[in-house]
Structure formats: structure tokens, C-alpha cells
């Protein structure tokens, strides 16, 4: 059995913003969410980059502690996104609470915060402290702690996947959730990821020289994917959420239809767990243009990585120009965010989304000057007016993880 | 400590960290303020501090069976009375 999936409904919190609106003039006016980076009180005087996409808008949580005493920030970015969607599809209690209903969401590692705190009672006088480990604490800092808080605050009771698998984190929880529609598993899922605000990842990257340094003063200025001047990655938070369903049940709810799934793709290196490689990345493209049946022509657009480190944006491009040629636009959307990490596939899918929906794509903010080893493909330059019916979003993770989805245009769908 | 003193910092535990609405004496911890498990946890930790000292284990289980606000306060009567014998 092989059903058709559709995106109903979305919601992201981003470092540009979280209502819809806010999301796309900061796409079409050019603003950037990268902030300095806030003193954390635990790392930050060792860390050299010092900029972080940041989400620093007040979120009006209504949430009872009943649901608020197991989650820590990441669940609440979470369940927050989860709502939104699950509010706006206005899906019955019974179907939700039928187990024809599961989640796929995740975070990188649960809650960093969480653990921090837990971290810090070891490493204090336990006996001073008594009970300092919170009953919670696991509750919330678990690499789980998403998706479940999600179960319990609307009483979902199918499938639970949380695939914590870095930066396709998210893009996972999308295509496996689509293959649970796809082959009849389940009739809907709640796909995402999220990840708090954390200098814990930022360290990591420092560490491996992978994140960027050269614009401390101008947080603005960076990261800057395919740009000569590129120095790597800008560590984010944030968190996106989509409703797949299957399509005739959709649509017979009259559900608003934003785009199908039409492909998805992930596999593995098989080898280096950090460097980029340019095959397993090729493959993972033409294995969800197999799993679409459409051609590579057919794509309009691609969402790059596009993480602006010096080996990946290289390695990227190549790979784009050997599946796609030079054809459809490419956008780095990590230009204005940062790499929101967990919840990047989610959140960059979904501003695809957006971008389709209004008819522009948005240009990779700070591309000034094209590395020219990443210049053989169409670069989106300027803001650009334009039809997508088809788009790629390409994910790749430290574990040689690979993923590539495929969406078509809510409007071209019959 | 006054059993007075008890009541007036677990009232306040229970309403300010546990958002209990005009709690009672006498109510019942689960079914009228939906109080659960984990709570029962993360009260027992507020308990250590009010008594200065951590519980053990025996007297940590010895709290599952606390169905009311005043089983708490005979609770902590006791555990505090046995420590200071």
C-alpha cells in the first residue's frame, strides 16, 4: 500500500521569528537572526565564536503545570509548535487519541540545560544539596523528552519515533513520519525537531575549528554559506512542526493543503563520521528523486545545508551540480538563522514552504562573493519573484547521516 | 518547629510550586489537586529542606502512603522528632 502525504499545517520558532508574517519579511528584507552570544556562566569564557542564532522574542506559553513539571526549554519550544499545528488542523480528541495518530520529533541530546543541572550536582556536595536531583530531571533532559511531552500534553497514543541524529534530526522525523502514511503504519503524524539554546554545541563545533570567528563584531555578517569569505558555522535554536496526513482523508476534511510529500531519501557514508562526502550525498539525492519518480529537471529549488564551513559548502555544491546541474536556484537558509541544529530540516523545510506559498525565494544572505569552487550552480542572488512547483531540502549530519525530501507546491496538488 | 510553621511553609510550597488552588487540610492530594507521583518526588526534596536534612530511603517510602495536606504535616512531625531523639 502506497498512500499519498500531505502537509496540512506548520509552525516554527526561529531566530527571525515565529509568527508567519515575521518569518517572511525578515527572508524578503534581508535580516539576520545571529545574535552575540550570551554569557552562559560555563563555557563562554573558552569559546572563541561568539555569535549564536538566537531567539530572543518572549513565547506566551499557557501551558498547566501538569504538563510544564516534565519539560525542560526544549519541550516547550516543542510542545509549543505541536499546539499551533494541532490547534489550527482542529483534528477531533477521538482521532488524536485513536493511536492512528503518532509523533516523530526530536532533539539533538534532549535538554542541555537539564543536564548541565544535573552535571552541577555531582560535581557539587551532593549532601548540601539533598534532593537536587530533580524527580523531573531525567523527564526532561532525556534525548526522548520532546516527543513524549508531546504525547502526554494532547494525549497522543501511536507511534513515537525520536530521531536524534544531529543536524537531520528533523528531516528524519519528516521522512519517517511520511513513510508511516506512505505505507499505512499510521493515518497522521506531528513531524519536527527542537533544540534549546545551548553553548555546549557551540563549544563542540569551536573545538573542531568548524564554527565562525571572523565576525564577533557583526553577528549580522554571519554565517555565509558559498561566500569566499565564509569562516563556518553559526550555532542556533529553535523549533518547527508539520502534520502530515494521508491525502484523501485530508482532503476530505477540507484541510488547506500546503505541499506534498512526494520523496524522501537518507542513508549513511559509511565511513568518516565528520568529513562530507560527495558520494554518499549524491546518492541520498537521487535515491528521493527515485522514491518521488521524477526527474531531476523537475526540481525548481533546493533548501542547501549550506552550513558556510570552508570542505561542506564545497562539497555541497558539487554534489548539487552533479545531480542537478545548474538549473534550479539554491538557497542557503542557515544565512539567516544560523544552523538551528536539531530542528533545521523542520524549520527550513517550512520556510520553503512560505517561500512557495508567496511566490519568492529568498536569496543566501551575506553571498557577497561566490567561492568560485562552489560556483557552478544557480546561486539565488536576490530576492527572486518565481512559481516553485518542486523543492529539495537536503540535510547532512556528523555521523555521515544524509537525508533529502521532496516537496510539491499545496497549489499544484489536484 | 511548630506544627503552625509546617502548615504555613507546605500551604505555601503547594500553592506557589505546585499551583494547588485554595488547597485544604483534609483534601485529597490526587483526586482534588491532581497531585502525582512525581510530584510526591519533587515534594519530598521540598521536605528535606524545610527539615535541614536529606531523607533516607525508608523514610522516603514511608511518604507513599500520604493521601491529605495533614498527613504531610503528621508526616514530617514524626521524621522530624525521630531525628532529634
Given at each position: ?24 519579511r525578515?527572508?524578503?528584507?534581508g ?52 499546539k ?29 540545560s537539564?543536564?548541565?543541572h544535573?552535571?552541577?550536582t ?11 536531583i530533580g ?20 494525549g497522543?497514543t ?55 570567528v ?22 542556533g535554536e ?33 565511513g ?49 551540480a ?26 527550513e ?46 540535510n ?19 | ?53 536529606s531523607?533516607t ?7 507513599m502512603?500520604?493521601r ?18
Amino acid at each position: 500500500m502506497k498512500r499519498r502525504v500531505v502537509i496540512t499545517e506548520c509552525s516554527a520558532i526561529t531566530p527571525i521569528g515565529y509568527a508567519k508574517d515575521d518569518i517572511v519579511r525578515s527572508l524578503k528584507e534581508g535580516i539576520s537572526g545571529v545574535k552575540p552570544l550570551r554569557d552562559d556562566g560555563l563555557l563562554t569564557d573558552y569559546i572563541h565564536s561568539r555569535v549564536f542564532g538566537t531567539v530572543d522574542y518572549p513565547i506566551a506559553y499557557d501551558f498547566k503545570r501538569l504538563y510544564r513539571k516534565t519539560m525542560g526549554p526544549v519541550a516547550f519550544y516543542a510542545c509549543q509548535v505541536a499546539k499551533d499545528i494541532l490547534e489550527r488542523a482542529g483534528l477531533g480528541q477521538e482521532f488524536i487519541s485513536s493511536g492512528r495518530l503518532g509523533v516523530a520529533f526530536s532533539s539533538t541530546h534532549g535538554s542541555p540545560s537539564i543536564q548541565r543541572h544535573i552535571y552541577k550536582t555531582f560535581f557539587s556536595n551532593l549532601k548540601s544539596e539533598f534532593s537536587s536531583i530533580g524527580a523531573v530531571d531525567y523527564l526532561k533532559s532525556m534525548v526522548h523528552t520532546t516527543a513524549v511531552n508531546i504525547t502526554r500534553m494532547f494525549g497522543i497514543t501511536g507511534r513515537v519515533i525520536a530521531s536524534s541524529t544531529a543536524c537531520t534530526t528533523s528531516s528524519q522525523s519528516i521522512g519517517f513520519g511520511y513513510e508511516m502514511v506512505k505505507y499505512g503504519m499510521q493515518d497522521a503524524m506531528i513531524c519536527g525537531g527542537a533544540d534549546e539554546y545551548d553553548t555546549t554545541a557551540v563549544a563542540v563545533f569551536d573545538n573542531l575549528l568548524a564554527c565562525s570567528v571572523a565576525y564577533n563584531d557583526n553577528p549580522e555578517c554571519t554565517p555565509r554559506p558559498f561566500d569566499r569569505k565564509r569562516d563556518g558555522l553559526v550555532v542556533g535554536e529553535g523549533a518547527g512542526a508539520v502534520l502530515l496526513e494521508e491525502y484523501e482523508s485530508a482532503r476530505k476534511r477540507g484541510a488547506n493543503i500546503l505541499a506534498e510529500v512526494i520523496g524522501f531519501a537518507c542513508n549513511n557514508n559509511g565511513g568518516d563520521l565528520i568529513l562530507p562526502n560527495i558520494d554518499g550525498i549524491i546518492t541520498t539525492l537521487r535515491l528521493a528523486l527515485d522514491d518521488a519518480g521524477i526527474e531531476a529537471a523537475d526540481v525548481d529549488f533546493v533548501s542547501a545545508h549550506a552550513t558556510a564551513t570552508k570542505m561542506g559548502d564545497v562539497i555541497e555544491s558539487q554534489a548539487i551540480a552533479a545531480v542537478y546541474g545548474d538549473s534550479p536556484l539554491i538557497t542557503g537558509l542557515k544565512s539567516y538563522m544560523g544552523h538551528t541544529m536539531g530542528a533545521c530540516g523542520a524549520i527550513e523545510l517550512i520556510l520553503t514552504m512560505y517561500m512557495m506559498e508567496q511566490g519568492f525565494i529568498a536569496p543566501t544572505l551575506n553571498l557577497e562573493n561566490v567561492d568560485e569552487r562552489c560556483g557552478m550552480i544557480n546561486h539565488a542572488r536576490k530576492l527572486t519573484a518565481t512559481d516553485t512547483n518542486i523543492a529539495a531540502i537536503q540535510n547532512f549530519a556528523f555521523g555521515g547521516v544524509n537525508t533529502c525530501l521532496l516537496i510539491k507546491n499545496g497549489s499544484a496538488i489536484s | 518547629m511548630q506544627r503552625e510553621e509546617i502548615q504555613r511553609q507546605i500551604l505555601t510550597i503547594l500553592e506557589d510550586l505546585f499551583e494547588f488552588e485554595n488547597p485544604g487540610l483534609n483534601d485529597n492530594l490526587r483526586d482534588d489537586h491532581g497531585f502525582d507521583s512525581i510530584d510526591a518526588i519533587e515534594l519530598l526534596g521540598e521536605i528535606e529542606k524545610i527539615l535541614g536534612f536529606s531523607l533516607t530511603r525508608a523514610e522516603k517510602e514511608k511518604a507513599m502512603t500520604i493521601r491529605t495536606i495533614n498527613d504531610i504535616l503528621d508526616y514530617i512531625e514524626v521524621i522530624a522528632s525521630e531525628h532529634n531523639k
